[in-house]
């Protein structure tokens, strides 16, 4: 899990506008302050928080956007701000409508001001709920759940939840914090730059007695770039975080984390569960061994984790891409490549999802390979992301059905680009009741078959009735359905299952 979540954080770190290892090296910065404290500090929860933190961050991406512009360029631009009560609205006010015409600076100007910075308090929130509930799901300690909710917290009480401050917040949190900013500072400029910015805010954004300490050992708490450590080592060496997975853990916390990746855009949602359940399914009808398999399934459920580098006014821009914003597109792949190629686990699986945007006669990103150099599961990848990709809404298009989106697949066929045999496998599995047997917010096989009768109308009584299992079951599965999709009524969750095609709206 350790290995995996920091993998992921690398992806985190590009959508921060931060070089990769930024997260893990904040981790290693806090481990050691630790180390100085008097007070025990939980080292296994220090690491989830620091890996997890920023997760959320992928769920108001759309709407930061929509306010600030380029939301990678705005976070990294956070990290030189004391954002907290006045100083932060100037932030806010300062960076509103970046990028844009003047009429959309005053349009964003005037957002902010009107709404008081509550959007942006709503989106923090948001951040902060949709992370806790995936280290929910990921199964890590009860502890690290609420910590998460205050991670825009500050020391003031300035922060979100407001009036949350000083020993209120979590030790491992306020550690974060710290180490954080520190790391930047510390790299871009020295470790005077990364002492002086913790004073700056020392009673402000951080806890004092933590400034004291770190000031007191700075040189000997903050890497040293002439003898780098290795992250991976750190976390196979310490006990409590080399803890193992088995298969099926590590596909759901593959799934969960898929599920984030998405996230990103709107009209993504399910996107990479969908191209995983469709790559394998179309795996097993070409009889691939069962370990390829496998990869090829799992590598749909990563293909994309490079997304979380590109802005997401460019993921979600109606209309055509500027040359720019190609080239910003096709580097997503390789930072697919990068994020995956630590952790042997993640080894082949890494090696075929960063293939998924090669084409058969190299006119493919980023190796822009030819077809023989192509393994089978990257071809199948390939066209079963790009069968999901027109089955979705892009670029202000609306979505393809199936039989507009299997003629454009098999025109890519003719004109050399798609694999002719991978890509029939994945409409022969596009087309098999398979493609319904999972689907996102983690529900299972069994709940959807639920969630599909309920928005069917079907009530707790006949949903027992039809699947013949006793009512305490039934109930209990309507229960958890509403809880992971977050539904209230039946009308909110057949919005939810609309939305996330795992209903035909022609079957209705
Ligand atoms: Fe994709």
Not at 188 to 199: K, L, P, Q, Y
């Amino acid at each position: 899990m350790a290995e995996l979540l920091a993998s992921y954080s690398l992806a985190l770190d590009l959508g921060l506008g931060q070089p990769m290892e930024h997260l893990l090296r904040a981790w290693q910065i806090a481990d050691r302050l630790a180390d100085h404290l008097e007070t025990d500090v939980d080292r296994q929860s220090l690491f989830y928080i620091s890996t997890l933190a920023w997760i959320g961050c992928v769920t108001d991406a759309p709407e930061v956007a929509a306010v600030f512009g380029d939301d990678i360029a705005f976070r990294a631009d956070t990290y030189n701000a004391d954002v907290g009560g006045l100083s932060g609205m100037r932030f806010f006010l300062g960076h509103a409508g970046a990028g844009g015409s003047s009429a959309m600076r005053l349009r964003s100007v005037a957002t902010v001001v009107a709404t008081g910075g509550r959007r942006i308090a709503s989106g923090i929130q948001s951040h902060c709920l949709t992370t806790s509930a995936l280290a929910g799901e990921l199964g890590i300690g009860s502890g690290i759940g609420p910590a998460l909710q205050q991670f825009f917290a500050r020391w003031d009480g300035k922060g979100i939840p407001a009036g949350v401050g000083g020993a209120d917040i979590d030790l491992g949190v306020r550690l974060f914090h710290l180490a954080d900013v520190v790391e930047v500072y510390h790299r871009m400029s020295g470790v005077a730059a990364a002492v002086e910015v913790a004073d700056a805010r020392r009673g402000t954004q951080f806890d004092p007695e933590l400034v004291d300490v770190f000031r007191a050992h700075a040189a000997e708490i903050l890497p040293d770039d002439s003898n780098p450590s290795d992250p991976y080592e750190l976390i196979r060496s310490a006990p409590r975080l080399a803890v193992p997975l088995t298969e099926c853990e590590f596909d759901e916390a593959l799934t969960a984390l898929a599920d984030f990746t998405d996230l990103r855009s709107p009209s993504r949602a399910g996107h990479s569960r969908g191209v995983s359940q469709l790559a394998g399914h179309a795996a097993e009808l070409m009889r691939l061994p069962a370990d390829v398999v496998t990869v090829t399934r799992r590598a749909g459920l990563v293909h994309d984790v490079g997304l979380h580098g590109v802005p997401s006014m460019i993921l979600d821009k109606s209309g055509p891409l500027s040359q720019t914003e190609i080239e910003r597109m096709r580097m997503a792949t390789y930072y697919t490549e990068r994020v995956l190629v630590r952790p042997e686990a993640l080894g082949r699986v890494g090696a075929v999802a960063a293939l998924a945007q090669e084409r058969m006669d190299g006119s493919g990103h980023h190796r822009g390979l030819l077809g023989s150099a192509i393994p089978v599961p990257a071809r199948i990848l390939a066209a079963a992301c790009a069968f999901r990709t027109l089955a979705e809404p892009h670029s202000g298009r609306s979505a393809m059905t199936a039989k507009q989106a299997t003629t454009e697949l098999r025109a890519e066929v003719r004109a050399g680009r798609l694999d002719g045999e991978a890509t029939d496998a994945v409409l022969a599995a596009s087309g098999s009741p398979s493609k319904r047997r999972s689907g996102p917010a983690g529900l299972t096989p069994r709940e959807i078959e639920v969630l599909v009768m309920i928005a069917r109308g079907a009530t707790t009584n006949s949903v027992a009735h039809q699947l013949g299992i006793a009512k305490k079951t039934a109930g209990t599965h309507v229960e958890r359905i509403y809880v992971k999709t977050g539904s209230t009524s039946r009308a909110t969750a057949t919005l939810f299952a609309l939305r996330n095609g795992l209903i035909d709206p022609m079957d209705l």
